[in-house]
T-cell receptor, first 113, second 113 residues
C-alpha cells in the first residue's frame, strides 16, 4: 500500500512563487506525477519525475528526492488561472506489465490579486 | 488531439437501478482506469484494465463491475445503484510505454436518489 500526503489548501498572491509539497511512503517506487485540475474539469498532466532532481517546464518545476520520499511542485509568476487543485500521484504497483499510480488527496491552490 | 470521452456529463438514477458508464479513448492505449472523486478523498481507483478482456480490482471495487470487450472502450457498471455511489466518475487511459501519463475524460457526475 501507499501513503501520500499533501497539504489540503494553500493560498498565494498573483505574481508570487508557491511550493506544493508531497511526501510518500511506498514499497516499490516507479515514478511520480503532478496533475492540475481546475474546478469542474478533468485532471491534466503537468510533470513526471523518476530520477532525483529538478525538472523544469516553463513556470512550473517539479523536484524529487527518492531517498526522502519527497517531491514538490514549484509554480513561479503565479497567475489567477493557476487557481486549481494539484494532484500528486505515485506509481508503484504493477499488473500485467503496467504500473499503476495512486493519487494523493490533492492541494487546492487559491491565487488572489 | 488525444481524446477520452465519457457517455454522459450528468446522470440521475434511482436506488436499485443498473447504471452503465461508458468510456472511449482514441489513442490506442492499453491501460484504462475508472476512478471516483469525492470532496476530501481525492481520486480513488475502482477498477483498471491493462488489456482487452483483462481487469483488475482497484482500491474500492465493491458495488462495481467493469467490461472491456474492445481496446478503446471501458465500461463501468453499477449493478444496483445506491445513494453512497453518488459521486464524480472519471475515466482515464494511458500507454504501456514511456511515461504512462494518464489522459482523463471530462467526468460523469452521477446522482443516485
Amino acid at each position: 500500500g501507499q501513503n501520500i500526503d499533501q497539504p489540503t489548501e494553500m493560498t498565494a498572491t498573483e505574481g508570487a512563487i508557491v511550493q506544493i509539497n508531497c511526501t510518500y511512503q511506498t514499497s516499490g517506487f516507479n515514478g511520480l506525477f503532478w496533475y492540475q485540475q481546475h474546478a469542474g474539469e478533468a485532471p491534466t498532466f503537468l510533470s513526471y519525475n523518476v530520477l532525483d532532481g529538478l525538472e523544469e517546464k516553463g513556470r512550473f518545476s517539479s523536484f524529487l528526492s527518492r531517498s526522502k520520499g519527497y517531491s514538490y511542485l514549484l509554480l513561479k509568476e503565479l497567475q489567477m488561472k493557476d487557481s486549481a487543485s494539484y494532484l500528486c500521484a505515485v506509481r508503484d504497483r504493477a499488473s500485467g506489465g503496467s504500473y499503476i499510480p495512486t493519487f494523493g488527496r490533492g492541494t487546492s491552490l487559491i491565487v488572489h490579486p | 488531439d488525444v481524446k477520452v470521452t465519457q457517455s454522459s456529463r450528468y446522470l440521475v438514477k434511482r436506488t436499485g437501478e443498473k447504471v452503465f458508464l461508458e468510456c472511449v479513448q482514441d489513442m490506442d492505449h492499453e491501460n484504462m482506469f475508472w476512478y471516483r472523486q469525492d470532496p476530501g478523498l481525492g481520486l480513488r481507483l475502482i477498477y483498471f484494465s491493462y488489456d482487452v478482456k483483462m481487469k483488475e480490482k482497484g482500491d474500492i471495487p465493491e458495488g462495481y463491475s467493469v467490461s472491456r470487450e474492445k481496446k478503446e472502450r471501458f465500461s463501468l457498471i453499477l449493478e444496483s445503484a445506491s445513494t453512497n455511489q453518488t459521486s464524480m466518475y472519471l475515466c482515464a487511459s494511458s500507454s504501456r510505454e514511456g511515461r504512462n501519463e494518464q489522459f482523463f475524460g471530462p467526468g460523469t457526475r452521477l446522482t443516485v436518489l
